[in-house]
């Protein structure tokens, strides 16, 4: 999966061809202004710094993504790639996920460890929304899910915090700048379609961001 010829190396292919200086300069400016997350540095980096700022610029941070009926919910979910392949994912998920936690910390005031159950307790949210992957399939899912702007809430973030980093049990991290985080669509789900969240798509919890492309949408979640 890591190997495929993805949106993503198409973007970095044109990027260099384009003269890697000047987009350089251009990402750090977009960086020093607080418009962009951190990356990976590089020409890609670059190229993702500044589509992420062209869309600050361009889409209100209160615009919604749309929403479904039922009726439009995929047939046919795709797959992109499998669980993790380690003892920790192979524990949790032979025990239901009971001793799972998510980790909230960092920039706030009260660090936090919730279980699985702690999340579907607390207020939740069902949309139907349309998933886009980089590599060029999509599907419409309903997830269902705790508010990530909940969750922050309760850990108290500081005012100084730019950015909220998400570490799964892959190796697949990534970032949201605090419009994505406290928007009411951006969902730590551990429902899709009616049921527990499947292994495939992330279980025991996902962060699922409506507005972002699908590599955003991090599975596997064990700290924000």
């Known amino acids: 999966m890591k190997d495929r010829l993805t949106r993503r190396k198409w973007i970095t292919t044109g990027?260099?061809?384009a003269g890697a200086s000047g987009l350089v300069a251009a990402?750090?400016?977009?960086?020093?202004?607080?418009?962009?997350?951190?990356?990976?540095?590089?020409?890609?980096?670059?190229?993702?710094t500044l589509t992420y700022a062209t869309q600050r610029l361009l889409m209100s941070y209160h615009s919604l993504a749309r929403e479904f009926d039922r009726s439009r919910i995929s047939k046919v979910i795709p797959v992109n790639g499998p669980p993790p392949e380690n003892e920790t994912y192979e524990l949790f998920r032979e025990h239901d996920f009971e001793d799972w936690r998510l980790v909230v910390d960092g920039l706030v005031a009260r660090p936090s460890a919730f279980s699985l159950a702690e999340l579907k307790?607390?207020?939740?949210?069902?949309?139907?929304t349309h998933q886009a992957c980089e590599e060029g399939w999509s599907f419409i899912a309903e997830w269902t899910g705790v508010p990530l702007s909940y969750v922050l809430n309760?850990?108290?973030?500081?005012?100084?915090?730019?950015?909220?980093?998400?570490?799964?049990?892959?190796?697949?991290?990534?970032?949201?700048?605090?419009?994505d985080a406290?928007?009411?669509?951006?969902?730590?789900?551990?429902?899709?379609?009616?049921?527990?969240l499947p292994a495939p798509h992330g279980a025991p919890v996902r962060l699922r961001v409506a507005r972002q492309l699908g590599y955003k949408s991090i599975k596997y979640l064990a700290r924000i």
């Open 15 to 17: 990027l260099a061809a």
């Open 27 to 48: 990402a750090r400016l977009a960086d020093r202004y607080g418009l962009i997350p951190p990356d990976h540095g590089g020409i890609y980096g670059a190229g993702e």
């Open 121 to 128: 307790a607390f207020p939740s949210r069902t949309q139907i």
């Open 154 to 179: 309760l850990a108290g973030v500081r005012p100084q915090a730019r950015y909220v980093v998400f570490l799964p049990l892959d190796p697949f991290w990534d970032s949201l700048d605090m419009p």
């Open 182 to 196: 406290w928007h009411p669509q951006t969902l730590l789900a551990y429902a899709m379609n009616g049921e527990d």
